[in-house]
């Protein structure tokens, strides 16, 4: 089970030696040569619904059919390239893939956003954002056991929840579920300039995903289908 990141004190900027890119490559083969080495018959390894783009993705809800891993010359592509070579090594493998939304609830963005609008930072782009689909933590770990179960070799699945949402309405819903002062936002340029990850990925990446085939295949179904049911079931 691949789900090694390096986010303790992650940086607002990418990195061309960004940690969390280097364990999804090269991290990915090291622990690929350890389970051949070991005998184990299922790799499970972390990706993400970013891979399929920094860029507006429109109304339509994307599948595991739509182009995945390809660079569209925006700020995130690094993180596109380290979901790439991550997939493409498990799946080439007999592998599977588990794209994950945006994840909230502990020691994620909902924590995180929490902790900045009690220090009254600003953290949106003003309009609030464009949208995309989260998951609650809690869920994202039972797709994963039901991939390890379930899934097949050589597929990748979107783990999302019912709701996509923008990102105004995220930060809206954590500060009435943990109770801070209300969010604050910059123009894009200014969020560009002082966070320039933050801004591609809120104020310029539209990501409203399917989780269909999750569903259908790993007989997976979120039981936190929003984030406000998630943030008011389990961070109230």
Request: charged residues 20%.
């Amino acid at each position: 089970m691949h789900q090694a990141t390096a986010l303790r004190g992650a940086s607002p900027r990418l990195r061309p030696d960004d940690p969390t890119n280097a364990l999804r490559s090269t991290g990915t083969a090291h622990l690929l040569a350890a389970a051949e080495a070991v005998g184990a018959d299922r790799f499970v390894t972390q990706s993400l619904i970013t891979g399929y783009g920094y860029i507006d993705h429109g109304d339509r809800e994307l599948t595991e059919d739509d182009p995945f891993g390809q660079p569209h010359g925006t700020y995130g592509d690094p993180v596109v390239e380290g979901c790439r070579s991550t997939e493409e090594q498990v799946l080439d493998a007999g592998g599977i893939a588990l794209r994950y939304g945006m994840f909230y609830g502990p020691n994620a963005f909902s924590d995180m956003f929490a902790e900045m609008m009690r220090k009254h930072i600003p953290i949106l782009p003003v309009g609030g954002g464009r949208t995309t689909s989260f998951i609650h933590v809690a869920d994202a770990a039972t797709a994963t056991v039901a991939a390890l179960d379930q899934g097949k070799p050589g597929q990748a699945y979107n783990v999302v929840d019912d709701t996509p949402l923008t990102w105004g309405r995220f930060a809206a819903a954590v500060a009435a579920t943990h109770r801070t002062p209300r969010p604050r936002a910059m123009p894009r340029w200014l969020l560009k300039l002082s966070a320039p990850y933050l801004a591609c990925l809120m104020a310029d990446t539209t990501l409203r995903v399917s989780h269909a085939k999750a569903t259908q295949k790993l007989g997976w179904t979120p039981s936190l289908p929003s984030v406000h049911q998630g943030l008011e079931r389990t961070e109230a």
